[in-house]
C-alpha cells in the first residue's frame, strides 16, 4: 500500500517503512501525520479525491538533516562582475509508519437497494365536458358574404 503526500510544496510517494526526506519541519512530539492525500493504493484499488481525504499516513521523527551544497556562481563578461554563493538545504528525515484508510465506507454498489416508494393513488378523472353541436349554418347564409 502506497500513498502521495504533499508537504513542503512538494510530492512524495511514501510506503510503510520507508526513510523519507521532507523539507523542514517543526513539529511537536515523536510522531506526524499527513492528511490530506493525494492518492492511495490499497491492493491495486486506487482512490482519490473524497475517498483519499479519509486516509491517514503517520510518520516518525528520526532527525534533521543538511543536503547537498549547492554552489551558485553569477559572472557578467566585459564588467569585471562576479558573485559566488553556496546554499545547504536543512531536511527533516521521517519514517513512514502506516497508511491507512480509516474510516472507509463499502462502494455504493455494494449497498442494498431502497424498495421503490409507494406511489400516490391515482386522482379522481374529472367528469368530460359535453361538447355542444355545431350550429348548423342555413344555405343562403353565410358568414364571409358580409
Known amino acids: 500500500m502506497y500513498a502521495v503526500i504533499k508537504t513542503g510544496g512538494k510530492q512524495h510517494k511514501v ?4 526513510v523519507v526526506e521532507i523539507e523542514l519541519t517543526h513539529a511537536d512530539g515523536d510522531t506526524v501525520t499527513f492528511t490530506p492525500l493525494l492518492v492511495v493504493d490499497d491492493d491495486g484499488g486506487t482512490h482519490y479525491g473524497k475517498e483519499a481525504a479519509k486516509a491517514v499516513v503517520t510518520a516518525k521523527l528520526l532527525g534533521e538533516k543538511k543536503g547537498e551544497k549547492v554552489k551558485i556562481f553569477k559572472y557578467k563578461a566585459k564588467t569585471g562582475y562576479s558573485k559566488r554563493q553556496g546554499h545547504r538545504q536543512m531536511y527533516t528525515l521521517i519514517e513512514i509508519e502506516d497508511v491507512s ?4 465506507r463499502p462502494s455504493k454498489r455494494s449497498e442494498p437497494k431502497k424498495a421503490p416508494k409507494a406511489e400516490a393513488p391515482a386522482a379522481e378523472e ?10 348548423e349554418e342555413t344555405p343562403g347564409e353565410s358568414s364571409s358574404d358580409a
Not at 484508510?101 to 472507509?104: A, E, H, K, T, V
Request: hydrophobic share 35%; proline share 11%.
Open 126 to 135: 374529472t367528469p368530460a365536458v359535453e361538447e355542444t353541436p355545431a350550429v
Open 15 to 18: 510506503k510503510a517503512g520507508e
Open 101 to 104: 484508510l480509516s474510516g472507509r
